[in-house]
């Protein structure tokens, strides 16, 4: 049986949890079959498959994806629990009907903005994150889902010192590790040297620094996730296939290609 999330993170195994982002049952079942020891499921790409953007999705939207992704997998799924959902009742609530083998909460105000969009007010006062922890944990009982807490301090409030801050009260409050949003290469840096548990960098291209899981394990780093790599990639690759039968009456595609790509995921459902 697949090791729960929270064994991952304590495990003596040196080696570096590096987790793709999976936006669908499909895809997280691709990443099971290539060996990797998680999935992850954000809340922006949740957004962009339902085709309503990341504010708009509900705690519903959240667990129907995530019973779809665990009907097809046995590892871990690490999903975004958002802000919580509302008050730490409502956290506390989210974290028992999730079923994930781990859930992170953020520090954002509820109804849930979006940490991207800049001039908005959007983080949470800490005595209100860290009722939603506790809550969570609460929550979460003797099982065996992980708590992540996640803090948006350093964009929101221009405070590198108050995420250091939130991340050590976080731990304080029982999560088992810490993602915290950095988006200069000296505070990604300088982060593990002043939080003490583990942490998870999100590899997002063009918005934070370009770190490979190597380079973030030498840093500190426990797990790297690339959120959103691999959604960006199908759309352009969707994007291409329409543009072409739009314009030339063919989808553009190799027939080799194609009837490989198909026997590929006739195999991968065990279908053949």
């Known amino acids: 049986m697949p090791a729960t999330f929270r064994q991952l993170l304590t495990s003596n195994n040196d080696d570096m949890l590096v987790i793709p982002g999976c936006f669908d049952a499909l895809s997280a079942r691709l990443a099971e079959h290539l060996g ?8 922006w790409t949740l957004g962009a498959v339902l085709g309503t953007g990341e504010p708009r999705t509900n705690l519903t939207d959240l667990l129907q994806r995530v019973q779809e992704i665990r009907r097809v997998t046995t590892i871990p799924a690490i999903v975004d629990g958002g802000a919580g959902y509302g008050d730490a009742g409502y956290t506390a609530h989210a974290v028992q ?6 859930i992170h909460i953020e520090d954002q105000v509820y ?14 006062a800490l005595d209100e994150m860290l009722a939603r922890l506790d809550a969570a944990v609460l929550g979460r009982g003797d ?20 995420a ?6 976080f731990f304080d409050h029982g999560v088992d590790a810490v993602m915290a949003m950095a988006y200069q290469i000296e505070d990604v840096e300088l982060f593990p040297k002043l939080v003490k ?25 426990r797990v ?7 959604l ?41």
């Not at 990797?36 to 809340?43: R, S, V």
């Open 36 to 43: 990797f020891p998680a999935t992850y499921l954000a809340g």
């Open 97 to 102: 009907l999730a079923g994930a083998g781990a």
């Open 111 to 124: 109804p849930k903005r979006m940490e991207y969009l800049s001039g908005i007010e959007h983080l949470a």
């Open 143 to 162: 099982g065996p889902m992980a708590i992540i807490g996640r803090t948006d301090a350093i964009r929101a409030a221009g405070s590198f010192d108050e």
């Open 164 to 169: 250091v801050k939130r991340a050590n009260l």
């Open 197 to 221: 548990g583990p942490l998870i960098y999100a590899f997002v291209e063009g918005l934070r620094p370009m770190l490979s899981a190597k380079d973030l394990q030498q840093l500190g780093y």
């Open 224 to 230: 790297m996730i690339a959120p959103i790599s691999a």
């Open 232 to 272: 960006g990639e199908a759309y352009k690759a969707t994007e291409k296939v329409y543009l072409s039968l739009r314009e030339t009456g063919l989808p553009g595609t190799e027939a080799d290609s194609g009837q490989a790509a198909r026997v590929d995921i006739q195999e991968l459902l065990g279908l053949i």
